[in-house]
């Protein structure tokens, strides 16, 4: 291929471009898609929470406690990772101007 | 059809019938239908690639146009979510886009079977990234990546609460990431099944309502496959990006 043809297929490709009305879309995420994420979020918290509790008890021999407290603290940060990925979902449309951090 | 299948019997991980089973030490390492399809998937990503870049003309082909398209879409997103930062983590994150995304339509062939429906091999992938990306936190950040599970700013007597929440949260990282993506699967190519089911229960006369709707869901099941590939790899980027940027 010359110089030549190319000029002129770059060319033909501007005109295309120009021809388009915008730029590629900008991909959305489907509502489904994130509501499975954030389902799978909270539940992985919680299973963390159980799993290392479970571990930590037949370690020190001290069932039930750990696996009581780790459940909790696995289920509260389950919770701060779907609400951050919520937040993080929804200030891509609307800008929060009172935004605590 | 006489006998109805399980509709899970789909997952099921058998050893190739004709090749001898192997065993080490006390491990069964026979190779099965799922080693099989992980090999044809990783073939067949070769096999694109290759055949993409096989050519190298200045105005692409339909396949070597492909092969690019999804390489600048990789690009793309880790631009977008790491920065420039991100540019030497592109072929991991690459390879991985390409294996969830050939798996997951590897599995939509029929007879076939789903390698990402079972989470050992997602939650192998997922604990490869996530113990990748603590050691880069580590390497990058030094004691400072302790500062992820410890935001600036709070007050000191919640402190060892909160680390002990943003621990936890970082370590469900990698059991969030590996569920979802197995259990969509899963999930999607029982109800194939099910429904599958239902069309020859009902036969010829009534059988045609479920089989529309098979139809549908087949579509959606590849819609999904390549979702859940997507979600999968931005995952990666996005955790990556933590480790990076540390914001």
């Known amino acids: 291929m010359t110089d030549d043809e190319l000029e002129r297929l770059g060319r033909k490709i501007d005109a295309a471009r120009g021809r388009q009305p915008s730029s590629r879309p900008k991909k959305e995420p489907s509502p489904a898609g994130e509501a499975m994420r954030m389902g799978t979020e909270f539940a992985g918290g919680v299973l963390v929470g159980a799993g290392v509790g479970y571990f930590l008890d037949r370690w020190l021999d001290t069932t039930p406690i750990f696996l009581m407290v780790c459940v909790a603290l696995g289920a509260v940060a389950g919770f701060r990772t779907m609400m951050r990925s919520a937040r993080a979902a929804s200030g891509e449309e609307k800008d929060t101007p009172d935004k605590p951090t | ?247």
């Open chain 2, 1 to 247: 059809m006489i006998e109805a299948e399980s509709p899970l019997s789909q997952f099921e991980v058998r050893p190739i019938h004709f090749l001898p089973p192997l065993h080490l030490g006390p491990y069964d390492v026979s190779f099965t239908n799922a080693s099989l399809l992980m090999l044809i998937v990783v073939g067949t990503v070769l096999l694109f690639l290759a055949g993409g870049a096989r050519r190298g003309a200045l105005v692409p082909g339909r396949w070597q146009s492909m092969a690019e398209s999804t390489y600048l879409f990789v690009e793309h997103m880790i631009r977008d979510t790491i920065g420039d930062n991100g540019r030497q983590y592109f072929p991991i994150v690459f390879s991985i886009f390409l294996f969830v995304l050939f798996a997951n339509l590897f599995g939509m062939l029929p007879y076939s079977f789903t390698v990402t429906s079972h989470i050992i091999v997602t939650f192998a992938m997922a604990i490869v990234i996530f113990i990748g990306v603590t050691i880069i936190g580590f390497a990058r950040h030094g004691l400072d990546y302790f500062h992820l599970f410890l935001p600036s700013g709070t007050p000191w007597i919640m402190a060892p609460l909160l680390f002990f929440i943003e621990l936890f949260s970082y370590l469900a990282r990698p059991v969030s990431l590996s569920i979802r993506l197995a259990a969509n699967m899963m999930a999607g190519h029982t109800m194939l099944k099910v429904i599958g089911g239902f069309v020859i229960a009902l036969g010829i006369l009534g059988g045609w309502l479920p089989f529309a709707l098979l139809v549908v869901l087949n579509g959606f099941e590849i819609f999904v496959a390549l979702l859940q590939a997507y979600i999968f790899t931005i995952l990666t980027c996005v955790y990556l990006n933590d480790a990076v940027n540390m914001h």
